[in-house]
């Protein structure tokens, strides 16, 4: 797909970047009037074509999209009246979609980069849960890394529920498929090895589970595991979760051992807080794709006139209830003046004052002139912009 970006400034750097990622994006040419814009720049290291002018690149037959990022209307009208019937224009609300969700995605980027400074102690763990952006791989990334830096057979993940005082069994490997089964949520227990862990909010070591009396661990035991390390997940002084580590054997675990799981337990923390917050903007991002989609809808197939401008009340977005109220195109409005629609100017220039200082003028009878020249009455609804 062969693809012309007009506009280099913050905006159009930030979309060059993502774009030409894409493997089946080409990026014909970046255009800019500033030729020292920072769009260009970035172009040029790229060796992208770079312009000062776009007025003969927008007619271009083998153009598949224009991406607008100027924001000035002018060009939107140019782009409009010169370019192939078959290829798409991006601009307008398009455009604020595509740039809020780059912003959105730069944003995560400075999350993994900022969470990656934090985890130097465990640098190749950080790697791998930085780079993990489904939250279930998040877990298992935290188990198998829990079993690789103490060298033990199998292990597990618990979140833990403080107000129905329950886990939640999420990232389990080397236990039988009936375990893992059997144990994926449980109610903590007197008594139990999970309620030693949430009292004392420390790793719990058990180097050999036939000669430990004080705490239940019939259900381990019943699986073969003879050791472990039980490690708390802590935020805000809150235990969230449980790391467990499982030999099949009696063992003795190392200070070494203990310390690393404890950096591990405060990266897995933080890790699966990343995540869901990760999980919680690509809902987000879900919801105002959905938004935005709705809204364009709403735009485009309205029976009543909608007509947006700039803050020099100049016409934008000109819906198809518009053009068939007062017969001009979309392509002949956006960029003409508001006022040019108003039989009375004046009167178009005392609503707009009007709004500056309320806000909003709902149902003010006014009168607009059609292409053909017919004046007609209309009820008219003004509100200012955020």
């Known amino acids: 797909m062969k693809v012309l ?31 020292l814009a ?13 312009y000062t002018q776009y007025e003969k690149l927008i007619t271009r037959d083998d153009l598949d999209v224009i991406i607008d990022v100027t924001r000035n209307p002018h060009v939107h009208t140019d782009i409009t009246k010169s370019k192939p019937e078959n290829t798409e224009i991006l601009g307008g609300l398009s455009a604020k979609l595509i740039w809020n969700l780059v912003e959105e995605r730069k944003k995560k980027e400075e999350e993994i980069q900022k969470s990656l400074s934090e985890q130097k102690a465990l640098y190749h763990i950080g790697i791998m849960l930085s780079s993990a952006t489904n939250i279930n791989d998040v877990f298992q990334t935290i188990v198998r890394s829990g079993l690789e830096i103490t060298n033990t057979p199998a292990g597990s993940l618990a979140l833990y529920d403080a107000e129905k005082n329950e886990l939640e069994l999420t990232a389990v490997h080397g236990f039988s498929p009936e375990f893992s089964l059997k144990a994926t949520r449980w109610k903590v227990r007197p008594g139990g090895l999970t309620s030693r862990i949430l009292s004392q909010k420390q790793p719990v070591v058990v180097p050999d589970i036939t000669e430990e009396s004080a705490i239940d661990t019939r259900v381990i035991f019943a699986e073969g595991i003879r050791s472990l390390v039980a490690t708390p997940l802590t935020a805000e002084n809150k235990i969230v979760g449980i790391l467990y580590v499982d030999d099949y054997k009696p063992r003795t675990f190392t200070k070494r051992d203990i310390s690393i799981l404890e950096l591990l337990a405060t990266q897995a923390t933080i890790a699966i807080k990343k995540a869901k917050t990760r999980q919680q903007l690509e809902r987000n991002n879900q919801k105002l794709k959905q938004t ?58 005392q609503l707009l004052a009007k709004i500056k200082q309320e806000g909003k003028i709902s149902n003010q009878e006014t009168q607009f002139i059609t292409k053909q020249n017919k004046i007609i009455d209309i009820s008219i609804t003004l509100w200012r912009g955020t």
């Open 5 to 35: 970006l007009i506009g280099a400034g913050k905006g159009g750097s930030a979309l060059l970047s993502i774009l030409h990622e894409d493997k089946e994006i080409e990026i014909v040419g970046v255009v800019d009037n500033n030729n």
């Open 38 to 50: 920072e769009g260009l720049k970035i172009a040029r290291q790229y060796n992208i074509p770079t």
């Open 292 to 349: 935005m989609d709705y809204l364009q809808n709403v735009l485009d197939n309205s029976a009543d006139m909608i007509i947006t401008t700039d803050i020099e009340n100049n016409v934008v977005e000109f819906n198809k209830g518009a053009e068939e109220i007062l017969g001009y195109t979309q392509s002949e409005s956006v960029g003409k003046p508001f006022y040019g629609f108003f039989t009375n100017h004046d009167h178009c220039n």
